[in-house]
DNA sequence: TTGCTGACTTCCA
DNA sequence: ATGGAAGCCAGCA
């Protein structure tokens, strides 16, 4: 397990249910700015293990990012929803909530 | 080493 | 609001 996964995990772990937080936040908060990407990687490649709220990281425009093939997205959107984050008519997330203050 | 590829972000037209 | 380019950086061929 890279080490800097293992820091975005660290963080991603800390995102309380209900709460949401994009990858840039992550990484910034792990230390690592500009390592947005890096943290996409990181939760794609979380082992089976490892337990961390995956679903409550989404992009900085409030979107749940696309993955392709499999419909993890619209199992992260589930997820969300059931924890209570709320969703624009286009599927969007207003992260100005979440923004501390 | 070079070039391409992303679960990203920020600028600019 | 919207599309495209550029910046970013580790992994891989």
Do not use: C, H, K
């Given at each position: 397990?890279?080490?800097q996964h293992a820091?975005?995990?660290?963080i991603v772990?800390?995102?309380?249910?209900?709460?949401?937080?994009?990858?840039?936040?992550?990484?910034?908060?792990?230390?690592?700015?500009?390592h947005a990407r890096r943290v996409g990687v990181a939760l794609k490649?979380?082992?089976?293990?490892?337990?961390a709220p995956w679903w409550r990281v989404v992009s900085g425009e409030?979107?749940?990012?696309?993955?392709?093939?499999?419909?993890?997205?619209?199992?992260q959107r589930v997820l969300l929803q059931h924890e209570g984050?709320?969703?624009s008519a286009e599927g969007r997330i207003d992260l100005r909530r979440f923004a501390w203050g």
């Open positions: 397990m890279n080490p820091a975005f995990i660290a772990r800390t995102i309380p249910p209900g709460w949401v937080m994009s990858y840039g936040q992550v990484a910034r908060a792990a230390g690592l700015p500009r490649q979380l082992p089976e293990g490892e337990e409030g979107r749940i990012s696309a993955r392709g093939l499999d419909g993890s997205d619209d199992l984050v709320q969703f």
